[in-house]
């Protein structure tokens, strides 16, 4: 592109694109990205970049893959979309299929659904339902941890962490619910009962009140990036079935290896009642989630007044998104996927640990393809970025975290490259 046709692009966009959590009145800057292949994005100027965010968590496979192109455009050739109301496609049963196989045993019923959020939403409302059908409209309240980040949309929104989550500003629109402190023993360390405490005491408190506990397994995402024990989680099974109430998992952001499992549940041998899944899920390539849950509480929902479950995107379904996803999922079971994972944890941690060293820096951890630096502040997002961008990495921090989940597919000179930059720049911040 030349340089005014980018200014051009720049400038429509400046003055008419909505970005995430961005002004309008003083947008923050935006990189004119034209193609991407690969781990690497390039832009309008033709300068690559090392990608180190994977779309937030979703391109796994890295960019224009040719396998999940030809996906794509075998499906495209065939029925790119068709209603999903009194009608079925061999993509979404093909998907099925395969979903059931991977996910935690006893997720027997799919939802698909159009976006992360909308994945919540519906878990929430399946929650809500399962209760109502059984005449227990009382219980109208959702338990979950601190730190926590389920989505934008109202009910997602309501679970969210109260202080990053910006409760404040929704006061009086949104619905309260009821939060624990997070989980303070961390991935590697010992927990006792004493870390779940809080939460249980809650649990004893409004029994009657709560429809279920809603959580992101072993890996609290862009809530604060913490990584706590599995124990935990094994101990918060035991404890919702002790009080007879639901547990929702939300593995959108950790779902099809990015932890080191499958699903962030598998490090605790457990299957939650309902489970979110998302971003990785078609390999970063269109906006598609599923909630899954098991017969029991799909029977029990549909046993009630409304006899289904009261939801029904347009986009439900989607073929397209279908086939990619089959396609990824093939692609991803297809490698030893799991040491390769390994591989990049033990290359992250490496040469992630001298950021250890600055002053600046709070600390570093690392679990599967997941690398985070906490700061003990806030960083100047424009500052920095522009410093990644200009030494070849792409990277977006948010508050005091520094963090990189890269594409599977980096090797190990480009992840070596991403990581020790990362630690230069932050070195010179
Ligand atoms: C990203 C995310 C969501 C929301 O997904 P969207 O596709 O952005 O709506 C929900 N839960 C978790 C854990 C996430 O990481």
């Given at each position: 592109m030349t340089p005014d046709t980018i200014e051009a692009l720049l400038e429509f966009d400046r003055d008419h694109l909505w970005h995430p959590y961005?002004?309008?009145?003083q947008p923050p800057p935006a990189y004119p990205v034209v193609a991407a292949s690969g781990v690497r994005l390039e832009l309008a100027d033709g300068r690559q970049l090392i990608d180190g965010m994977s779309s937030w968590w979703s391109a796994i496979h890295g960019y224009n893959h040719p396998v999940l192109n030809a996906a794509a455009t075998q499906q495209l050739s065939e029925l790119s979309h068709v209603m999903f109301g009194g009608i079925t496609h061999p993509a979404a049963v093909e998907l099925g299929r395969r979903l059931l196989a991977i996910c935690p045993p006893g997720l027997e019923r799919v939802f698909y659904c159009d976006s992360g959020s909308v994945a919540v939403e519906v878990a929430i409302k399946m929650a809500f339902q399962y209760w109502i059908a059984q005449g227990q409209n009382q219980r109208d309240k959702l338990l979950t941890v601190k730190h926590g980040y389920h989505g934008d949309t109202f009910a997602a929104m309501s679970v969210c962490d109260p202080l990053n989550g910006m409760h404040h500003l929704f006061t009086g629109v949104m619905s309260q619910h009821l939060f624990a402190e997070a989980p303070a023993c961390r991935f590697d360390q010992p927990f006792e009962e004493q870390h779940i405490e809080g939460l249980k005491t809650l649990l004893q408190d409004h029994q009657e009140r709560i429809a279920a506990v809603i959580i992101e397994p072993i890996v609290q995402g862009a809530g604060g990036m913490r990584f706590y024990a599995p124990a935990y989680l094994a101990r918060l099974r035991e404890l919702c079935d002790e009080f007879g109430v639901l547990l929702i998992a939300d593995e959108i952001a950790t779902g099809f290896g990015r932890s080191g499992k499958l699903f962030a549940c598998e490090h605790a041998g457990i299957s939650p009642d309902i489970m979110c899944i998302g971003k990785a899920l078609t390999g970063g390539y269109l906006s598609f989630a599923a909630t899954l849950c098991t017969t029991h509480v799909s029977d029990t929902v549909c046993s009630g007044e409304a006899g289904a479950l009261m939801h029904g995107p347009?986009?439900?379904?989607?073929p397209l998104a279908c086939a990619i996803s089959s396609a990824s999922i093939d692609l991803l079971l297809a490698q030893d996927w799991r040491s390769n994972i390994a591989r990049i944890e033990s290359m992250l941690g490496r040469h992630l640990a001298p950021a250890r060293e600055l002053a600046g820096v709070a600390e570093v951890r690392v679990l599967g393809a997941i690398g985070v630096i906490e700061m003990h502040e806030p960083v100047d997002m424009a500052t920095i970025q522009r410093r990644f961008v200009d030494a070849g990495i792409w990277i977006r921090p948010f508050g005091k975290l520094v963090y990189v989940m890269p594409p599977y597919i980096i090797d190990d000179d480009d992840l070596r490259t991403l990581a020790t930059t990362l630690v230069r720049i932050l070195a010179m911040s």
């Open positions: 961005a002004s309008m009145v347009t986009f439900m379904a989607n």
